[in-house]
Nanobody, 123 residues
């Protein structure tokens, strides 16, 4: 069993930055690859970024390349998403997920999901 809890969302102006955090609890979930997804109103959930358990492998959706950085601190069981140069189209609920590997997560095959944190980017 495990649980993921996101934090760090909020309201920011276009061009600004936010750092999201995803804290994990539970022995099993600590060893999983982790990812961020987002879902905007009226749209399907989409993959944002993923990171392997070791942190040695990361993948990004085109929408975040060059602007978003995923990282993790295994000592704290926490994964981060640093988001820079935010755009109004980044407005969404951001979800953290855990799964077996980054490729599976990119295909939305996750074992655990968080409850989400709202990110709103004003123009």
């Amino acid at each position: 069993q495990g649980q993921l809890v996101e934090s760090g969302g909020g309201l920011v102006q276009a061009g600004g930055s936010l750092r999201l955090s995803c804290a994990a609890s539970g022995r099993t979930i600590r060893n999983y690859a982790r990812a961020w997804f987002r879902q905007a109103p009226g749209k399907e959930r989409e993959f944002v970024a993923a990171i392997s358990w070791s942190g040695g492998q990361t993948i990004y959706a085109d929408s975040g390349k060059g602007r978003f950085t995923i990282s993790r601190d295994n000592a704290k069981n926490t994964v981060y998403l640093q988001m820079n140069s935010l755009k109004p189209e980044d407005t969404a609920v951001y979800y953290c997920a855990a799964g077996s590997n980054v490729d599976g997560l990119a295909a939305q095959r996750a074992h655990y999901w968080g409850q989400g944190t709202q990110v709103t980017v004003s123009s």
